[in-house]
């Protein structure tokens, strides 16, 4: 079994399909659709973190981020940051995430960032 991932997007179309595709490829996926994640991140101890940086058109996913990396529990795991938005590059180097995805991207591009955060990781 590959890396555990947290999936965390309010599109829950866009969960179960990432999370049907990585099952595939061996990876062990869980999903939270809601701004409420991060006990939910303590409890399930990913190896890795999928996030969407926009929740309901709302930058709250930004602001989750940014807290993400002031948890001592927390701070630890790897946070690949999705978005739709073409400034997702500028963000995610302004809240030191491990990597990013501008939405739509290919599997290939999300397999090959899963594998290098992962032999960064810790």
């Known amino acids: 079994m ?3 991932v947290a999936v965390i997007d309010d599109n829950e179309e866009l969960t179960d399909v990432l999370a049907k595709i ?7 996926v869980i999903t939270h659709n809601t701004v409420q994640f991060i006990n939910f991140l303590q409890a399930e101890k990913p190896d890795i973190v999928l996030l969407d940086i926009w929740f309901d058109q709302d930058d709250l996913g930004k602001q989750l981020a940014q807290a993400f990396h002031q948890h001592d529990e927390l701070r630890h795991i790897p946070v690949i940051l999705m978005s739709s938005d073409n400034e997702v590059a500028n963000y995610a180097d302004k809240v030191n995430a491990d990597a990013y995805l501008e939405k739509p991207f290919e599997m290939q591009e999300l397999f090959m960032l ?4 992962s032999k960064t990781a810790h």
Do not use: D, F, M
């Not at 990585?22 to 062990?28: K, M, S």
């Not at 899963?114 to 955060?117: Q, R």
């Open 114 to 117: 899963l594998k290098h955060v």
């Open 2 to 4: 590959l890396a555990k």
């Open 22 to 28: 990585l099952t595939e490829a061996g990876y062990n």
